[in-house]
């Protein structure tokens, strides 16, 4: 255990060493600064040429929303018509056939919005045409989407009163010509060089150590496992994720995957503050959430390590922790891989998380439910600013003085907003969760009803946490399942379609409006008086409100399902 320990700890370490530098990268692509990457401008142009996008056009916050909801429109009417008709079109060497239109349309939303929630194998529900032009596809557009949302943000508290933010198809361009190819190539090749397939083969026949003839899936996988970690997503292009392994080979890409998914929503805290020129509150927010993954990070390790009681008891202590664990990896990658993949709003697995311990099940929903500790690409701090409005709104109640963030005002409408948006992440899953449980038990009349109880493989709390961490993931743009839940089924394709839009543009559409309300606002210079935000004392009291806010909405669905199992298992 002791060296597995120095293995999560050297992934945490070498996250950081390589965000830091990233982090100044990114402030100077999107100021537009020099970089090494320079030579990519007549690519660039060529690109904006091509489109009809004037580069040195200023937008508006609601036009950067107009144009990221109707690219994202476009982009959802392709997907869901190549993956209807996918088994009727070319690179299908294993003749796979298209998905019906409730799959399509909930796989084209999952994939639209960096959720990757798979009510599919990815050996058999997908084609390789389909792999490539719609996954792997979506998987760069939606994480840029995330960044170049990000980069307004940063553009409204860079200088002073303004209402010129940037253009989006620039911020979403560079963010996929700049960042997310660069690191895949590099990425990929790792892969590649370790032996995960990049190739059109079909599949293959092996002889198993038992004896037995099996056919192995293969294909361009490793182009594709690169992005779904680069870019936050987590789809696997086979069904067990990254605990296949020609998805993940060893611990060498097993290191590499893991801290793929983490630099770049880590660097977007540092690039944060070098564009705005305040690097202390930048590590301020670094290690608030630093600290929120270690107080679900630690529990989760111990859990995992104990392994089940039940095992314990006949005499299996040995065998007790590695259910559902990847051997070859051993418990700690595994219950760091749980957590970090969960904060950040990934979703690829290397364990099944239907087999954690109820502990560890309950930390990682909680950890989707919280969705601001580091968060998926771009968002994570989109949803954190969320909770910074709150808590200085909170803290100007306080001490008696109009609240005020980064030189501007905040009132009514900004709080409003804020609100609202706090509020609609648990409305989501817990309305969910409870229409679900109700449609369990009484949806014998319905004409798209399934067989009462053909959806959990488990009764009781364990099954509701199955259930509970469906809609917890849908909503937080995750895409991790407890996997003992049958979702392949219309009524789960088309409720957490809904969630899945719901819960990732509505948090995108509620900070990019507050900030663009705030940088049109007349700029306040600090005085004696003024609230500051990159103090210790209000990283505690950001801390507190997004532990509050969570505690109070998902504490009695916890209760139901990984708490009451915990108490039920002893």
């Given at each position: ?90 690179l299908n060497p294993d003749g796979n056939p298209g998905m019906s239109p409730d799959l399509s349309f909930n796989t084209a939303i999952s994939f639209l ?207 007790a922790a590695m259910e559902g664990k990847e051997v070859r990896f051993g418990v700690a990658a595994s219950a760091y891989w749980q957590v970090m993949t ?229």
């Amino acid at each position: 255990m002791n060296t597995e320990m120095t293995g999560i700890i050297a992934c945490f370490l070498l996250t950081v060493i390589i965000a830091f530098p990233l982090g100044k990268y990114i402030a100077k692509v999107f100021k537009g600064e020099k970089t090494f990457t320079d030579f990519l401008n007549p690519l660039e142009r060529f690109i904006f040429r091509f489109c009809g996008i004037d580069p040195k056009q200023e937008m508006s916050w609601k036009q950067h929303l107009v144009a990221l909801l109707s690219i994202n429109m476009i982009w959802f009417v392709y997907a869901f018509i190549i993956l209807i008709f996918q088994g009727n079109l070319f690179l299908n060497p294993d003749g796979n056939p298209g998905m019906s239109p409730d799959l399509s349309f909930n796989t084209a939303i999952s994939f639209l919005v960096n959720c990757n929630l798979q009510h599919y194998s990815g050996e058999t529900g997908l084609t390789y045409l389909s792999q490539l032009l719609v996954i792997a596809f979506l998987q760069f557009v939606s994480a840029a989407t995330g960044i170049a949302a990000v980069v307004v943000l940063f553009r409204a508290f860079a200088g002073k009163t303004t209402d010129q933010l940037g253009n989006f198809f620039v911020f979403f361009t560079k963010s996929i010509t700049r960042i997310l190819i660069p690191l895949s190539i590099l990425v990929a090749t790792i892969l590649v060089f370790n032996g995960t397939p990049a190739s059109f083969d079909g599949k293959d026949s092996i002889v198993n150590l038992q004896g037995d003839s099996v056919q192995v899936s293969r294909g361009p996988a490793a182009g594709m496992i690169a992005i779904k970690h680069l870019g936050t997503n987590g789809g696997g292009w086979f069904g067990v994720n990254s605990a296949h392994p020609l998805e993940n080979p060893n611990y060498l890409t097993n290191m590499v995957e893991i801290i793929a998914q983490v630099i770049i929503p880590v660097a977007l805290i540092f690039a944060f503050g070098f564009f705005i020129k305040r690097k202390k509150f930048a590590h301020i927010v670094f290690g608030v959430m630093t600290v929120g993954m270690l107080v679900f990070m630690v529990p989760n390790i111990i859990s995992e390590a104990s392994g089940s009681p039940a095992l314990a008891s006949m005499n299996l202590a040995d065998k007790a922790a590695m259910e559902g664990k990847e051997v070859r990896f051993g418990v700690a990658a595994s219950a760091y891989w749980q957590v970090m993949t969960t904060i950040i709003s990934t979703g690829s697995v290397n364990s099944m998380h239907d087999s954690s311990m109820p502990l560890s099940g309950g930390i990682q929903m909680l950890g989707m439910m919280t969705n601001s500790f580091y968060g998926g690409v771009g968002v994570g701090i989109l949803n954190y600013f969320i909770f910074i409005i709150i808590a200085v709104f909170i803290s100007g109640l306080m001490v008696g003085r109009t609240p005020e963030f980064m030189g501007r005002k905040i009132e009514a409408r900004e709080i409003k907003i804020a609100s609202l948006i706090a509020l609609l992440h648990p409305f989501l899953i817990l309305a969910g969760a409870a229409l679900s449980s109700y449609t369990l038990v009484n949806n014998g009349d319905a004409a798209w009803a399934v067989p009462p109880g053909s959806w959990l493989n488990n009764p009781g709390s364990h099954g509701f946490s199955e259930m509970l961490y469906e809609y917890t993931s849908a909503a937080a743009n995750n895409g991790s399942g407890f996997e003992g839940l049958g979702d392949g089924n219309f009524f789960w394709n088309v409720t957490t379609g809904f969630v899945l839009i719901l819960g990732r543009f509505l948090p995108i559409i509620g900070p990019v409006a507050i900030a663009g309300l705030l940088a049109s606002k007349k700029f306040i210079p600090e005085s004696a008086g003024t609230l500051k935000t990159d103090t210790v004392t209000f990283g505690i009291m950001t801390y507190a409100v997004i532990m509050i806010i969570a505690a109070l909405a998902f504490f009695p669905a916890l209760t139901l399902g990984p708490i009451a199992e915990f108490f039920g298992m002893r």
